[in-house]
């Protein structure tokens, strides 16, 4: 039987990991210049890939990174380091300039799987506490309350994502640029944090 008190903190962790409110504005960077379809689609792709992700990671553990001979603080440093390239494409703008140098309208950078849904939302650290998570209630039972926990928390962020539009109506062009590059410096920041994690559990960072 699975009480509140499991409940109520799984949710607080996924909910501060995965933190939707913090992805928004990243969502809406990463997809500026993109019609409402096509930012629609990307969120429900990210999502689903998210989830999958998770539920695979919370159905076998580290037993999946342990097949191919992944460690955790490996797959921290890794995520870390493909997160400072993305934040530097949107620090300089890399994305906007490749989007406009497309002449057909359906050919664009998808953000979905890379790096929406890995790392952002399926991370190091989601991973991390789905694991655990999972296995602090072993069994089906388990199992299935901390999907639907994950899965209640990304309805969240998916929400949050579809109506991200209302956002740049309000900041305009200047405050979306301003918005890009300040998230870019928090996004370079984060996965120096990633690698840094990483190091450290190797004993190569204090």
Known sequence: MIDSAFLITAFVTLFVVMDPIGLTPVFLALTQGMNPQQRRSIAIRACITA??????????????????????????????????LTALDMLFERRNKRREDRSEEDDFDDPSVFPLAIPLIAGPG????????????????????????????LILLLVMC????????????????????????LLAALSVQFVLDGLQAFGFAG
């Open 51 to 84: 989830a999958v992700l998770l539920a695979v990671f919370g159905a076998f553990g580290e037993a999946v990174l342990g097949f191919v001979g992944i460690s955790m603080p490996a797959f921290r440093i890794a995520g870390g380091i493909l997160l400072f």
């Open 126 to 153: 989601s991973i991390a506490s789905v694991i655990l998570l999972s296995g602090q209630n072993p069994g089906l039972t388990g199992f299935l309350t901390v999907m639907g926990v994950t899965l209640s928390v």
């Open 162 to 185: 579809l109506f991200s539009g209302l956002f740049e109506r309000l900041l305009g062009k200047t405050g979306i640029t301003v918005v890009t590059r300040l998230f870019g410096m």
